[in-house]
């Protein structure tokens, strides 16, 4: 078996491969992306990490490639869905960074608050500027962590033990789990904001997380609040950061990451207030050598059929049943996605009824694949097909699944996922697979439809009336936005219905507001699978 690493990783990692008599491993740094497309036959694994990118392409041109590993956190580098769909095994390493990255947002912090790379920048200039450089202890102040997983609950065991008030904002996470500790939950983000006088960000980079630290988020803020990112950027809007600082409504900002990265505007970089390092979050010896050992342990166990850890889109199942299996684990991994974007708030009770051929199978793993596309939209790249169980679990999600051998709804083959949050809204999607392959999604609530989970989806209701979808369609089409499909459900003629648009490009916040404000529209909701 022959494996190529492509990206910088830790020689531990390359020795425990090369150690294994049946694993060939070849080291090929920085190749292009045409010369990879044709170097990767032959090759039974690849291992990346951030800067060289698995496009389709690529992975189109691999005759033998059984499992893509990524030495690190996110997949964001590689074209998972080309993966799946030939049968492709991606993995990650998420956790050997988690303690790295908390250290680093302390350390952060601690440099922000007491000013030491500016007074050390004084010092090295000859000056002897003690009154200039005043700081401010942390002992006392409240902190505010939004984002309570992996990452931010390490801070907060940190934060604590400096005596800091700690509290945080996670919609996602019950507020026991963070009482544990000694962290109180607040109920919105605003809650949060008005409250900190440190705020920190742990969070995935999504569509719902990009620019949620904008303009109105920084007025919100006490005056002299300070900023540390340390998750991804993009979910700080940096314009908006900067006129915050300018105007001294934030006294201090420590990031690691950037919109751009690596950055070329200077301007926040520079500013006097702000602290910066180039994402160093993961970049500690210990944290490489743990990542490195890790990834090539789950490549190695992978290809020798010991196992699946931290797949990202296959589970561990036998090899003979991936194939048989994968087009049922496209379907309900995109029925979780679909649901919890469709409900948007933190879901608390789950059934799932299998009907037809698919209770041949153990509906167990299928519901884990489930359960993963659920809580994939707020953690990303943290949950996969081996902790989406476990997560579920701390997020207190109850989860009830039946099984009955005959079809359902005019279907053979059916599977029916019901969703409740802690609001108490509950909807239900069903879905099957046409031609045992393509994951098709016919039912909403009670609504039939016939709607392909890819892409940009827009979901509609509403109450049919004339001219309603020419209201949508103009709205839609003065912003050039395309329209791929389109699908219509409805209870009877003249009563309630829902619409089912693929768009070619993302719809923006002010298009959806417009499409909200139609007469006969009574809800939007905003879809990316």
């Not at 580098?77 to 769909?85: E, G, K, L, P, Q």
């Not at 993009?234 to 006129?243: R, S, T």
């Not at 505007?265 to 490195?292: C, M």
């Not at 009907?355 to 167990?364: E, I, L, N, P, R």
Request: aromatic share 4%; hydrophobic share 40%.
């Amino acid at each position: 078996m022959k494996v190529l690493v492509a990206d910088r990783i830790a020689n531990e990692g390359i020795r425990l491969l090369s150690e294994d008599p049946e694993i060939e491993v070849e080291v090929a740094i920085g190749l292009k992306p045409e010369e990879l497309r044709e170097r990767i036959k032959g090759y039974d694994a690849l291992i990346v990490r951030s800067e060289t990118k698995v496009t389709k392409e690529i992975i189109e041109a691999s005759d033998k490639l059984k499992v893509i590993a990524r030495a690190g956190v996110g997949v964001d580098n590689i074209d998972v869905w080309a993966a799946t769909r030939k049968g492709i095994i991606v993995m990650n390493a998420p956790d050997p960074n988690t303690i790295s990255t908390a250290e680093h947002t302390m350390g952060l912090m601690l440099a922000m608050l007491r000013n030491i790379p500016q007074a050390w920048a004084s010092l090295r200039d000859g000056k002897w500027e003690r009154s200039k450089f005043m700081g401010v202890e942390l002992c006392g102040k409240t902190l505010g962590i939004i984002g309570f997983g992996r990452i931010g609950s390490e801070v907060a065991k940190r934060a604590l033990a400096f005596q800091m008030e700690v509290i945080a904002y996670d919609p996602y996470v019950p507020p026991e789990r963070a009482a544990k500790i000694g962290v109180k939950m607040c109920k919105t983000l605003e809650e949060l904001l008005s409250k900190a006088d440190c705020i920190t960000i742990h969070v995935h980079l999504t569509n719902e997380t990009r620019g949620m630290i904008g303009e109105r988020e920084f007025s919100l803020m006490k005056p002299g609040v300070r900023i540390i990112n340390c998750a991804r950027g993009g979910i700080v809007d940096e314009k908006a950061l900067l006129k915050a600082l300018n105007e001294g409504k934030v006294a201090g900002a420590a990031l690691d990451v950037f919109e751009e990265e690596p950055p070329r505007d200077g301007e926040l970089i520079r500013h006097e207030k702000v602290i910066a390092t180039p994402h160093l979050g993961a970049s500690t010896e210990e944290a490489q050598v743990k990542v490195s050992i890790v990834i090539a342990e789950q490549v190695r166990d992978a290809l020798k059929g010991k196992g699946i850890r931290n797949s990202v889109n296959i589970p561990s199942i036998p090899p003979e049943l991936v194939k048989e299996l994968q087009p049922y684990f496209l379907l309900v991994e995109k029925m979780g996605s679909f649901i919890a974007q469709l409900l948007g708030e933190r879901i608390t009770d789950v059934k799932v009824e299998y009907s037809g051929y698919v209770t041949d199978y153990d509906t167990s793993l299928l519901t884990m694949a489930m359960l993963k596309g659920i809580l994939s939209p707020a953690l990303q790249d943290a949950v996969n097909y081996v902790n989406a169980w476990i997560m579920a679990q701390e997020r207190g999600i109850k989860v009830e699944e039946s099984r009955r051998k005959g079809g359902a709804r005019g279907f053979s083959d059916i599977i029916t996922l019901t969703a409740k949050t802690v609001s108490g809204e509950s909807r239900s999607i069903s879905g099957t697979l046409f031609g045992k392959k393509d994951p098709r999604i016919v039912y909403i609530d009670d609504y039939h439809v016939d709607a392909i989970p890819e892409g940009h989806i827009l979901v509609l209701s509403n109450w049919d009336r004339p001219g309603v979808v020419g209201k949508i369609g103009t709205i839609l089409g003065r912003r050039g936005i395309n329209i791929a499909s389109m699908q219509f459900g409805r209870e009877r003629p003249w009563g309630r219905s829902i619409i089912l648009i693929t768009t070619d490009t993302p719809t923006p916040p002010d298009v959806v507001e417009q499409l909200r404000d139609v007469e006969e529209v009574t809800d939007v909701r905003v879809l990316e699978l």
